[in-house]
């Protein structure tokens, strides 16, 4: 009977707490790892998606930016002085527009900034110190809208001729080409205006040598090409263009001004980007980083964007100055030779959660076919 | 006799650990587990270097636009873009990342430097070097608890080499190589680290 006992004796409870007692350290011990495991996989995580935004904001950024009238743009004289708009008295031209609204950043449209003469006037790069809208309680956000020649259009192959209303533009393709017409890299032929995907569409802008700029309002229509011309498309550039740069009414800074007149300077499509921030509508918290394109809808570049402030260097007739918010009066954008990106904010995910983190982007981006223009300027020329 | 055989070999066969051996391996699991700990932080440590690495990019491509901006504006003449011991403008070895002075508007240029500021328009710490304004954890800049971030374990070197050509190798006048380093220490990793960006410039614009 001892014996029995003996042979399937167990634990003594002392053996058996102390047993517990090591185990639960073991586990507890095991359990800390796991977490600290989870918070530093979530740490990483959160890091890398923020840097990954960072990377492809500030990529696209320094891409557009160092694009800023390139192209035959500059060659018609944007880039040196800009392409004044009409002078209304009442519904001035306002930017940026989708193909539905104007009233993207902070439920307001922006005027174009004016001249030195008082005319609103069509930049390559237009700054917007403080035109964006405010996160929390800082300053409000700054936006910037950026301005280049489409190059995957010959329109500038095609003459341009005005009809009694200043509305409506006939483009027609001469035989043999001009030698304005450069083609795009592995285009034989100019592209037909009513093509899908490269043609005009509604919302498009041209700009009709240096004198004026017009938003295309409606499909393009063909029409049956004159003499020796090959092909002929029919363009709307009517009064109801919300952006209100089309107004007929007006002769300066119209296509007014060339009512009934055959052009022989040629007409350029151009990309007008301007990025700002937004609150996003799905949750109506998180900031984000928007890139518009003249006639399309905005899209997002990258998300929890928090702060997005510029700075410019200009040369005013030699005399450089740096880091400039804003520009003081007497300095014109097209006097601008460098683009800061002075704060590009960004945070991870939502405050106060494991793993915060913010990072802040500062870099410059020379503004390199206007800096060049300004010591070349090139009047009368196209490439 | 047979039976007290049995049992023994029984209990023989069925023996465990004893509680010094559990004790021990416990230790042992502990000390292991510890050392685990410290690969997480190494992991998260190495992200962070990440972050420093793309700051070091910008910092690189910032320099090197501003001395593009400077030759395309005719704001330089090609003679000065070289370092003060060659005749130009920009300051020998590495420098502290101060920002662009008022003569110039381009950083690293020796005698013309102007302090940094931050989001909020202060003067960033350790003697106006550049500092990044991050939300801190409201998530909101502008409020009392932004992380000012100063870059003072960052410098940059903006070194100028005459290229040549033939034999004897004579200058070419009109090319000029610039190399800017940035050379910033990381945490946890005791040697600094360099990113380098190698560009031509040239005369002609």
Known sequence: ?383 | MKTKLTSHLVHSAESGFSLLEVMISAVLLTVGSLFLLSVFGLAISTSQASQQDLIARQLASDAMESIFTARNTSQLSFAQIQNVASGGIFANGAQTLLCAGPTYGIVGVAGDTSSCTTAAGTVCPNGGVQCLTEPGPDGVVGTADDVTLSLSNYTRTIAMTQLTTGTPPTPIPTLVQVTITITYTVPNLSAPKNYVLEEYISSYH
């Not at chain 1, 990483?44 to 320094?62: C, F, H």
């Not at chain 1, 998300?303 to 040369?315: C, D, K």
């Not at chain 1, 913010?358 to 223009?373: H, V």
């Open chain 1, 1 to 383: 009977m001892r014996r029995a006992h003996k042979l399937n004796g167990g634990f003594s409870l002392l053996e058996l707490m102390i047993a517990a007692f090591i185990g639960l350290i073991v586990i507890g011990g095991a359990v800390s790892l796991f977490t600290q495991a989870m918070k530093g996989s979530w740490v990483t995580s959160e890091k890398s998606e923020m840097q990954q935004d960072v990377r492809a904001a500030s990529i696209l950024l320094q891409r557009d930016i160092s694009m800023a009238g390139a192209g035959a743009l500059g060659q018609q004289g944007l880039s040196n002085n800009g392409v004044g708009l009409p002078t209304p008295t009442s519904t001035k031209s306002i930017y940026p527009c989708g193909p539905l609204t104007c009233n993207y950043i902070s439920g307001a449209p922006v005027t174009y900034p004016l001249s030195p003469s008082g005319v609103p006037t069509f930049y390559s790069i237009i700054p917007g110190g403080g035109l964006g809208i405010k996160i929390g309680t800082a300053a409000p956000t700054d936006i910037l809208t950026i301005v280049s020649a489409d190059p995957t259009l010959a329109l500038n192959c095609y003459t341009a001729s005005i009809d009694s209303t200043g509305t409506i533009v006939t483009f027609q393709l001469p035989s043999p080409l001009p030698g304005t017409c450069v083609l795009p890299s592995n285009v034989t032929v100019p592209q037909a205006l009513n093509d899908p995907i490269v043609g005009l569409q509604a919302g498009d802008m041209v700009l009709f040598g240096t004198a004026a700029v017009a938003v295309v309002t409606s499909a393009v229509t063909t029409c049956t090409p004159t003499g020796t011309n090959t092909a002929c498309y029919t363009v709307d550039f009517a009064a109801t263009d919300i952006s209100h740069i089309n107004q007929p009414s007006i002769t300066t800074g119209s296509l007014h001004q060339f009512e009934g007149a055959s052009l022989t300077i040629s007409a350029v499509r151009v990309l007008t980007i301007t990025y700002y921030l937004d609150i996003s509508p799905s949750d109506g918290v998180t900031p984000r980083l928007m890139r518009i394109q003249n006639g399309k809808l905005p899209a997002p570049v990258a998300e929890n964007v928090v702060n997005l402030q510029f700075t410019y260097n200009v040369n005013n007739g030699g005399t450089i100055t740096a880091n400039l918010s804003t520009l003081p009066a007497g300095i014109s954008p097209a006097m601008i030779t460098q683009v800061n990106i002075a704060h590009l904010t960004i945070r991870s995910q939502l405050p106060g959660t494991v793993g915060y983190q913010g990072f802040d982007l500062q870099t410059s981006i020379s503004a390199r076919n206007l800096s060049a223009e300004q010591e070349y300027p090139i009047s009368g020329s196209a490439y």
